[in-house]
T-cell receptor
């Protein structure tokens, strides 16, 4: 079955550490997205990529970094510069230019700072 | 800028009750409007959509009508079931500002009790 796989499901980070969240899709979608989900704030766009080796900042990119070396993969690194990283991170993908067909979302990674 | 405002939750209803979740939007261009649903432990799924004024989106007994005059896209269902318990997100895509990006509301948690 085609879909998006996010791992790990739960992640704990110590202060000052960088952590990387994995997102893999086998839908042959060109566009991929990272959203942050906080209670009472909805989903906010962190980064998106429409093609391999290219990506764009979203609304809250500070403290995060991404790469897009393969079409199937769009990992997100939460750096130590992100002061309040505790949240759920959702990865999504879509056919390029076809937002009306909907995004496919992964089930999320819950990141907690300890 | 583009934004979506949803009614505050949580919403608790008895089975077979009528559901309305309010959503209003602000957009600079000609938005398409969406409702996404997130079941516990899962990613978001597209529930329904409407692409122009007076369009009605429908799916699984849920309906929403695109009202340009009131800039609204309220979600309704005539008789909810326990299985409808989830978080519901209103979203828009504005072709003028970036057709590939979705702007989400804060989400409304619905709990249906037997």
């Amino acid at each position: 079955d085609g879909g998006i796989t996010q791992s790990p499901k739960y992640l704990f980070r110590k202060e000052g550490q960088n952590v990387t969240l994995s997102c893999e899709q086998n839908l042959n979608h060109d566009a991929m997205y990272w959203y942050r989900q906080d209670p009472g704030q909805g989903l906010r766009l962190i980064y998106y990529s429409q093609i391999v080796n290219d990506f764009q900042k979203g609304d809250i990119a500070e403290g995060y970094s991404v790469s897009r070396e393969k079409k199937e993969s769009f990992p997100l690194t939460v750096t130590s510069a992100q002061k309040n990283p505790t949240a759920i991170y959702l990865c999504a993908s879509s056919i390029l230019g076809q937002v009306l067909d909907g995004y496919t979302f992964g089930s999320g990674t819950r990141l907690t700072v300890v | 800028g583009d934004s979506v405002t949803q009614m505050e939750g949580p919403v608790t209803l008895s089975e077979e009750a009528f559901l309305t979740i309010n959503c209003t939007y602000t957009a600079t261009g000609y938005p398409s409007l969406f409702w996404y649903v997130q079941y516990p432990g899962e990613g978001l799924q597209l529930l329904l959509k409407a692409t122009k004024a007076d369009d009605k989106g429908s799916n699984k007994g849920f309906e929403a009508t695109y009202r340009k005059e009131t800039t609204s896209f309220h979600l309704e269902k005539g008789s909810v079931q326990v299985s409808d318990s989830a978080v519901y997100f209103c979203a828009l895509s504005d072709r003028q500002t970036g057709a590939n990006n979705l702007f989400f509301g804060t989400g409304t948690r619905l709990t249906v009790i037997p």
